[in-house]
């Protein structure tokens, strides 16, 4: 069937395994050169954190507008955004902040993803508005900061280009990598990292748990959750970990909110 | 001093010797982009063919506008923007025509171009119309026909995003590339491919010598012109076969025009 084949061939294996996503991106027309990119290189998840309406329904009502622009979703917050992702990348320029998360350059971004994948891991890039990129609690979603080698002159790069080059690099390079004898045998099932949203369940628990205990003191709140989010990514636990350590905090929290009367 | 070495690192050493052309670009916001990304990986030279007038004035004009804009080459015909180049890309998708030159995969673009250099060689990408890309008479001028591997389904790229990968592309491979012990000492300067110019010039005289010659009646010429022109950038001759080329047929030119009366 010459048809399913196409299809198939149209579709890489990886494709359905990375999720896109864009913070409040403003203008319409880098939307649509975002799905334009994806539809070039074949990725088809799209997720759009806060848009800001006007401009979204311009996008996704203009002229020649993607198919993946009617089925992106829509979510108000990041973390809604990552539910199933194991490896979340933000990409954005190293200056002027002092990166907080491993920095991995965009040229050895493909055997990353390939031996995410090989973990049985999904993976997301995160791209950030057109003005000033993400911001520092964006980033605190993030394990990994992405960036694309520039002019140190003109760093900041277009996002609808931006989309381009990452995606051209990973759908040119990931094939390559697949077909090479080099990667292994897929790893055990327990092996697979824990989701961003399994990370979040645990940052929320570890947190109530310092507040219950009296470690953090309520002002400090936002400060210790950026911190405990970068903490979690930095540990990487996997997903049997992450298990582990939720039923160990919900002990914990529920043997603090109830004292022992002995 | 560390700010001659910024300027040194901004300007890598190929950057001068890759000139950007654009065939007739219409959208102000694409000639923008495709400065933008000139900047962003160290480019320099851009030419633009034919643009449309008050649309390339809105982009020269626009707020934000890169320097490169300003100093852009304006030139009337393709052949006048590539008067030294030494291996042409023309960048298209191979449907639905049948490529004319050999097709080079962008991923395997950078050794190319090393190689090039390294003959002390000159480089043109070539990008067409938004609409419709580059014409088989552009195309004719091209050594190589440059693709990016793209999904069946969508084949065609926008064209600042087109520039962004191709650009991104070789700033990423070819600094890996020379700092690789693989490349040899660069081969003497006989060995140095003629100038587009040069094999324009050489056309020019071969035409000219056919008529002469009787050889092409006059309603074929185009399509000669067309076939010889490709039939040169196949044969690559270096600088020192087409001085020799040359100096044969401008004898024979001379010949044919003043038969021996003997």
């Known amino acids: 069937m010459p048809v399913a084949s196409?299809?198939?061939?149209?579709?890489?294996?990886?494709?359905?395994?990375?999720?896109?996503?864009?913070?409040?991106?403003?203008?319409?027309?880098?939307?649509?050169?975002?799905?334009?990119?994806?539809?070039?290189?074949?990725?088809?998840?799209?997720?759009?954190?806060?848009?800001?309406?006007?401009?979204?329904?311009?996008?996704?009502?203009?002229?020649?507008?993607?198919?993946?622009?009617?089925?992106?979703?829509?979510?108000?917050?990041?973390?809604?955004?990552?539910?199933?992702?194991?490896?979340?990348?933000?990409?954005?320029?190293?200056?002027?902040?002092r990166p907080e998360q491993p920095v991995v350059e965009l040229p050895a971004l493909a055997p990353i993803v390939r031996d995410e994948f090989a973990r049985g891991g999904r993976i997301a890039l995160v791209f950030g508005p057109e003005k000033h990129g993400l911001t520092r609690d964006d980033l605190s979603f993030c394990h990994r900061l992405l960036t694309i080698p520039t002019n140190p002159r003109q760093p900041s790069m277009n996002l609808g280009q931006a989309v381009a080059v990452c995606l051209y690099e990973l759908a040119s390079r990931l094939p390559q990598l697949e077909s090479s004898p080099e990667s292994g045998p897929a790893p055990a099932p327990?092996?697979?990292?824990?989701?961003?949203?399994?990370?979040?369940?645990?940052?929320?628990?570890?947190?109530?748990?310092?507040?219950?205990?009296?470690?953090?003191?309520?002002?400090?709140?936002?400060?210790?959750?950026?911190?405990?989010?970068?903490?979690?990514?930095?540990?990487?636990?996997?997903?049997?970990?992450?298990r582990r350590i939720l039923g160990l905090f919900r002990r914990i929290l529920w043997r603090l909110n109830r004292p022992r009367r002995d």
């Open 6 to 97: 196409k299809l198939v061939a149209s579709k890489p294996s990886w494709a359905n395994s990375i999720d896109i996503v864009l913070v409040s991106p403003r203008n319409p027309l880098n939307i649509g050169a975002v799905a334009r990119s994806m539809a070039n290189f074949g990725f088809c998840n799209l997720t759009v954190v806060a848009p800001y309406e006007p401009h979204w329904h311009e996008a996704q009502s203009a002229v020649g507008a993607e198919d993946l622009l009617e089925s992106a979703k829509v979510r108000s917050t990041l973390a809604e955004a990552l539910p199933s992702a194991t490896l979340v990348f933000g990409t954005g320029t190293l200056e002027p902040r």
């Open 190 to 242: 327990s092996n697979t990292a824990a989701t961003s949203s399994n990370l979040d369940l645990l940052t929320g628990l570890i947190e109530e748990s310092m507040i219950a205990a009296g470690y953090s003191p309520r002002a400090m709140q936002t400060a210790n959750r950026h911190d405990l989010r970068l903490l979690l990514r930095r540990l990487a636990p996997n997903a049997k970990d992450a």
